[in-house]
């Protein structure tokens, strides 16, 4: 069992940027891949970025060369850098983990109770 609690979620305005984390407390951290998603308000929820255990990273169209994932497996948490922020980056941001080395965009295990993010002026 793996628990996540994100954070970093607030108001920002177009251009600015933010750094959400998200701490995984449980089994190994490492052992891993970890996943951002969002969901915004009448949307499903959206893939945004993985990385593998070892710091292989992918990113959906909508994020990439703006969004930076990244990990630190000593702490046990994983970031997801935002610059360049556009009023569709608003949504609630969930942090996700599942077993495995490969990067994935679905079948997470486990999922954080998610953080608000709102670009606006």
């Known amino acids: 069992q793996v628990q996540l609690v994100e954070s970093g979620g607030r108001l920002v305005q177009p251009g600015g940027s933010l750094r959400l984390s998200c701490v995984a407390s449980?089994?190994?951290?490492?052992?891993?891949?970890m996943g951002w998603f969002r969901q915004a308000p009448g949307k499903e929820r959206e893939f945004v970025a993985t990385?593998?255990?070892?710091?292989?990273?992918y990113y959906a169209d909508s994020v990439k060369g703006r969004f930076t994932i990244s990990r630190d497996n000593a702490k046990s948490t994983v970031y997801l850098q935002m610059n360049s922020l556009k009023h569709e980056d608003t949504a609630v941001y969930y942090c996700?983990?599942?077993?495995?080395?490969?990067?994935?965009?679905?079948?997470?295990?486990?999922w954080g109770q998610g953080t608000q993010v709102t670009v606006s002026s």
């Open positions: 449980g089994r190994t951290f490492s052992s891993y891949t």
């Open positions: 996700a983990a599942r077993s495995g080395v490969l990067l994935s965009t679905v079948n997470y295990d486990y």
């Open positions: 990385i593998s255990w070892s710091g292989g990273t």
